[in-house]
């Protein structure tokens, strides 16, 4: 762990933050779209971004609705095709419908931002960076399992979009899959750093081995904290195994529809994101500046490009979501689907708690968890429970116990 250079500005801290006349701490630009983020609460940060993604989504439905739009005129000439075509239910879709979009995000983005896993303890904790510099340590390597492993959930999602598929879009079938793919496949080009390329232009093995993928941005975390290489992929806590399988399942199990996958991807995994990484990039910076600790951009540039992101990967993937809306309950599969992937963040970042700080943390059944957050059914339960008896032993902490344990991270409608 490097300290921070004494001939800098005593006004400036690194690359991320500088102080104000009147002592305030200042994010220089670059580093967050809020650049006062340290002088805000939890609720203010989450509320600045209920509010910008509001506006996000409120200019790209716009623009999708101008008639010189590509995008619009794509669904219309697709929706051409389906007028011609009898029982091709395409232009039944709430694409087709003034405001339907916009109203579909307004109930699920209230929806979503409303739980409370986005102002856990745990996240709370980090941000006031109530932390020493060991618990840091024990926070980057336990939540390292999470990202890790969850961008493979795009890749299971992708892969359930395939020419079997049964949709009442006729002659369409083979396109609306293609386009839930193309967006799918986009965020997978995100997560792995691999970008669009031309014929001329592809990169050779060892370019394409060595693309800057968020794990690998992740790693260079573990450089400004002083985690050696071989110190840094630990076995997963109980609540990280849990919520990984929670995300696995809902992308790629046949149990769960192609609305709950894509939702699972998407509106859960992408919305609440940008708001708790920027706690966790806010509480890092603060530590890091109150203990002279040289952090800079380069060790937290996985938060940073989580924050500014994430969000367009919520609003392309809730377009791709609508195209499949001829399921029956295409709302309630989506909350429950959200609702499934919040809980097991939830206790996840309970256990993340227990164990960084030897104190006890309340897990989601325990919290007065509100009604429409419940689980209306058990796929989850079965499919869970049994996805646990295949975890390799060495992967996670005391696995025996953890494949014995009955216990779920979720609440059910039918047990209240």
């Not at 400036?12 to 102080?19: A, V």
């Not at 995100?190 to 081995?209: A, R, W």
């Not at 450089?223 to 806590?237: A, C, K, N, R, S």
């Not at 192609?258 to 708790?276: K, N, R, T, Y």
Request: aromatic share 10%.
């Amino acid at each position: 762990m490097t300290t921070a250079n004494s001939n800098d500005s005593a006004r400036r801290f690194s690359d991320l933050l500088q102080l104000d006349s009147d002592g305030s701490p200042t994010l220089l630009p670059g580093v967050h779209p809020l650049p006062g983020l340290l002088s805000l609460n939890t609720e203010q940060v989450l509320e600045a971004f209920r509010v910008s993604q509001l506006k996000d989504f409120t200019r790209v439905i716009d623009e999708l609705e101008a008639a010189d739009n590509p995008l619009h005129k794509l669904f219309e000439d697709m929706r051409a095709i389906a007028e011609r075509e009898p029982a091709n239910r395409f232009d039944e879709l709430d694409l087709f419908r003034p405001g339907a979009l916009q109203e579909m995000f307004l109930q699920l983005h209230q929806h979503v931002m409303s739980h409370p896993v986005w102002s856990h303890p745990c996240f709370v904790r980090v941000f006031e960076a109530r932390f020493d510099a060991p618990q840091l340590r024990g926070f980057a390597t336990n939540y390292f399992n999470q990202v890790k492993n969850t961008r493979q959930c795009v890749a299971l999602a992708q892969g359930r979009f395939s020419g079997f598929l049964s949709l009442p879009y006729g002659s369409l079938n083979e396109r609306v899959s293609e386009l839930a793919q193309i967006i799918l496949a986009q965020l997978l080009a995100d997560e792995y750093g691999v970008g669009t390329h031309s014929i001329d232009s592809y990169p050779d093995l060892t370019s394409l081995l060595s693309s800057t993928t968020h794990i690998v941005m992740y790693r260079q975390l573990f450089e400004g904290l002083g985690v050696p290489f071989e110190e840094q992929d630990v076995p997963m806590l109980h609540g990280v195994a849990d919520n990984v399988l929670t995300q696995r399942l809902l992308a790629g199990h046949p149990s769960f529809s192609l609305v709950e996958s894509m939702a699972s991807v998407g509106l859960g995994m992408e919305w609440g994101v940008p708001e708790f990484f920027s706690l966790l990039l806010g509480g890092m910076i603060r530590w890091a500046w109150r203990e002279d600790v040289e952090l800079t951009r380069h060790h937290l540039i996985v938060f940073i490009a989580h924050v500014q992101y994430d969000v367009l990967h919520a609003i392309s993937v809730m377009l791709a979501t609508s195209l499949f809306g001829h399921e029956k309950e295409t709302m309630q599969q989506i909350k429950q689907a959200t609702n499934m992937l919040m809980s097991s963040r939830y206790n996840m970042m309970s256990d993340l708690y227990r164990q960084l700080f030897a104190e006890p943390c309340t897990d989601i059944d325990a919290i007065g968890l509100d009604a429409r957050y419940h689980i209306s059914d058990r796929r989850i339960e079965e499919a869970l429970l049994s996805a646990r008896q295949e975890v390799a032993e060495s992967r996670v902490v005391n696995a025996s116990d953890y494949k014995a344990s009955r216990n779920v991270p979720f609440v059910f409608a039918d047990a209240m």
